[in-house]
């Protein structure tokens, strides 16, 4: 939500690769994300997980590479997305 409010198409874009499994989440301090094995720009991935938009699917150790799934705001911000392109 890098201008306070809607997602970029960046955002948007991981937001969908985690929908389809394709994520995963480099456990730490500071949040890390890789889609098809290629790291992803760090401040989306930021974005999404402090806006409780994605998770790992279990707490891994530090340095461990976990599956990302979204959470419930995830979805909910997915398919309202879906619906005003649609429209």
Do not use: K, Y
């Not at 979204?70 to 005003?84: E, F, I, P, S, Y």
């Amino acid at each position: 939500m890098s201008d306070g409010g809607e997602l970029n198409r960046r955002e948007l874009a991981l937001l969908r690769a985690v929908a389809d499994g394709r994520a995963e989440l480099l456990c730490g301090c500071e949040p890390d994300l890789a889609v098809d094995g290629a790291w992803c720009g760090h401040g989306a991935a930021r974005t999404l997980v402090v806006g409780g938009l994605i998770r790992p699917v279990f707490a891994g150790a530090v340095g461990q590479l976990v599956a990302a799934e979204l959470t419930d705001l995830g979805h909910a911000v997915l398919a309202a997305t879906a619906t005003r392109v649609a429209a």
